[in-house]
């Protein structure tokens, strides 16, 4: 099974800053990664997909990075509404897997 | 748009099974993939499985195989997830979600949640 190691677990950010996120694969899945942002009780939503592509309507300060093994989600200019929990997901080879997740608290 | 609506909330002995439904609107149902991921209380995200309903056939985590069933009706646009010995640790919410290429986790179903207890 392909590993995601999802990097950090969980970190602390405040208004404004920008962050990134980084999700590394135990072997090469080209570009079948998607980041998803859930919060509290809710569905996640898809934010990127493609590894680079923004889903639509998701806002621009959100873009995604790379191929292969390594991938990155930035957040530029966080807003109170990105407070929230992050998973990538690679679906290049079954069993598909997620990262452990980032848990994107306000400092 | 596809839309997933999946089965209400069920509450089960240990031991038992759950059969789970997802049922799709809009797109063309047999045309695109159907994953299972579920959500222990706190925990991350977790695939379960998939399956492709026009070919029927359906791929599986390890760790559930032997535990899970994923089939697919076509005339009524329908995916189930069956998950049978359950035990504690299987208390979780269910989700469905449209899987296939560029749409993986596209789309998600509400959700359902599965206690498990005695």
């Known amino acids: 099974d392909i590993q995601m190691t999802q990097s950090p677990s969980a970190m602390s950010a405040s208004v404004g800053d920008r962050v990134t996120i980084t999700c590394r694969a135990s072997?090469?899945?080209?570009?079948?990664l998607a980041w998803f942002q859930q919060k509290p009780g809710k569905v996640p939503k898809r934010l990127i997909y493609a590894a680079s592509s923004l889903q639509s309507g998701v806002p621009s300060r959100f873009s995604g990075s790379g191929s292969g093994t390594e991938f990155t989600l930035t957040i530029s200019g966080l807003q109170p509404e990105d407070f929230a929990t992050y998973y990538c997901l690679q679906h290049n080879f079954y069993p598909y897997t997620f990262g452990q997740g980032t848990k994107l608290e306000i400092k | 748009q596809v839309q997933l609506v999946q089965s209400g909330a069920e509450v089960k002995k240990p031991g038992s099974s759950v059969k789970v439904s997802c049922k799709a609107s809009g797109g063309t149902f047999s045309s695109y993939t159907i994953s299972w991921v579920r959500q222990a209380p706190g925990q991350g995200l977790e695939w379960m499985g998939g399956i492709i309903p026009i070919f029927g056939a359906a791929n599986y985590a390890q760790k559930f195989q032997g535990r899970v069933t994923i089939t697919a009706d076509e005339s009524t646009s329908t995916a189930y997830m069956e998950l049978s010995s359950l035990r504690s640790e299987d208390t979780a919410v269910y989700y469905c979600?449209?899987?296939?290429?560029?749409?993986?986790?596209?789309?998600w179903g509400q959700g359902t949640l599965v206690t498990v207890s005695s």
């Open positions: 979600a449209r899987d296939g290429g560029a749409a993986a986790g596209s789309g």
């Open positions: 072997q090469g899945i080209s570009n079948y």
